[in-house]
């Protein structure tokens, strides 16, 4: 590409290939009355868009990322201090995993039996005590900024490798729960699908999915030609190819709405009752128990129909206060779900292929307060990483003796999110184009984490 035809496609405009083309608001704007249609995902399939294509085929080419949001207790989990004192190791006892010497939380029995397929990272780290700084930290690979807002890694991976097939290249599972989960500096056509509901529930349905009431397919025909109509009009005073490809995208939202095997893929109905009880899915009168299962059955369905990045948020644990009734109700019901999902995975050869993550937007206190709860911690906490060539049967680095610090190889947001680009293929040293034209680096200053890769 010529160093004009480049420069040319960063403020916004086509450039040689036509699906490369990254048009401007304005460009959006001109046909913005379609919504009338119930084209709600149109947005989504201006991802036709993305410039790079990566030198070396990548480890990792799906990610499902498990949130929990509020702050996840790492040392009820993933990081157990059974020789603390009590008011530090509190309540739960440890189970043995099967890699040798690894501890995990008596509540995590279920994944002790699948930890020769994980890595988990004892060691990760940031400065954020906020709920909403710490999000944007470990969304965005980004310390919070009062002069921009980072997109999130799934619209990153959005804007860069694209949609594949009629599916959204990033879905949010139910809701997308945080605003630094969505597109930040980068068009919302970058953002995220959202169910807008649970897909435990009966009856479950995925809003946009169907034509909105009163729509009759007849009349969404007839409004699709009227959108032929306006386009000739344009037609008649553009001279480039923007018109071909705007259609492309409202093409890609019509194929969605039309397509079978795309809505099919959004439902559990064809899901044996075997691979359902796997992820821990028991029925008990409206809902599906535990929800954590038909949400992480649910990822493990988009990725294999072609969304590229799944993030689902499970759980409330902010827990101030009455700690542990919230870790019983919860902890069991994530640790036979997330087994379920790598055991799922590995058997049907999609492990290899799915970097699967469990994150939170920091931990919490190594000593448990006067109100019998853990307060916030992002000094050091636990994550997961699995499958997409991270490393397997894996501990990296260390907290000390009390859960309270990093004691080996501690793990900074910019280079979790190195490496995990680095998974995708994508560079994370590319600069995308914020506001005003100016050049953003997808991560400043981050490094690729050798140590987890397979």
Known sequence: MNESLQASAQRGTWYADPAHFQPRRRDILRVGWLGGVGLTLGNYFELTAHAGHNAQEPKAKNVIHIYLQGGFAHMDSFDPKPDAPAEYRGILGTVKTNVPGVLFSSHMQSSAKIADKIAVVRSMTHT???????????????????????????????????????????????????QFLSSGYLSNAYGPFALGGDPARRGFTVRDLNLPEGVSENRF?????????????????????????????????????ASRESKEAFSLDRESDETKKLYGMEPWGPVLRPRAGASFLTARRLI???????????????????????????????????????????????????????????????????????????????????????????????????????????????????????????????QLMSPGDRPQAIVMNGQVVSELLA
Do not use: C
């Open 221 to 257: 025909e007839r409004r699709k030609s009227w959108k032929s109509l306006v386009d000739e009009h344009f037609a008649t005073s553009q001279s480039d190819d923007k018109l071909d490809t705007m259609n492309s995208f409202y093409g890609r939202a019509y194929e969605l709405l």
């Open 304 to 430: 294999e129909a072609g969304t590229r990045f799944v993030t689902v948020t499970y759980g409330s644990w902010d827990t101030h206060a009455y700690h542990y009734r919230g870790i019983e109700t919860q902890l069991p019901d994530l640790d036979r779900a997330f087994a379920g999902l790598i055991t799922d995975l590995d058997q049907r050869g999609l492990l290899d292929s799915t970097l699967v993550l469990i994150t939170s937007e920091f931990g919490r206190t190594p000593r448990v307060n006067a109100g019998g709860g853990r307060d916030h911690w992002p000094r050091v906490f636990s994550i997961v990483m699995a499958g997409g060539g991270v490393k397997r049967g894996y501990v990296h680095g260390a907290s000390d003796s009390l859960a309270a610090e990093p004691a080996d190889s501690p793990l900074n947001v910019e280079d979790y999110a190195t490496t995990l680009y680095h998974l995708l293929g994508i560079d994370a040293k590319k």
């Open 128 to 178: 954020e005590v906020d709920h909403s700084r710490g999000e944007h930290s470990m969304f965005t690979g980004y310390r919070p900024s009062p002069a921009l807002v980072y997109p999130s890694m799934g619209s990153v991976v959005a804007h860069e490798l694209g949609p594949r097939g009629a599916m959204p290249p990033y879905v949010v599972v139910p809701n997308q729960g945080s």
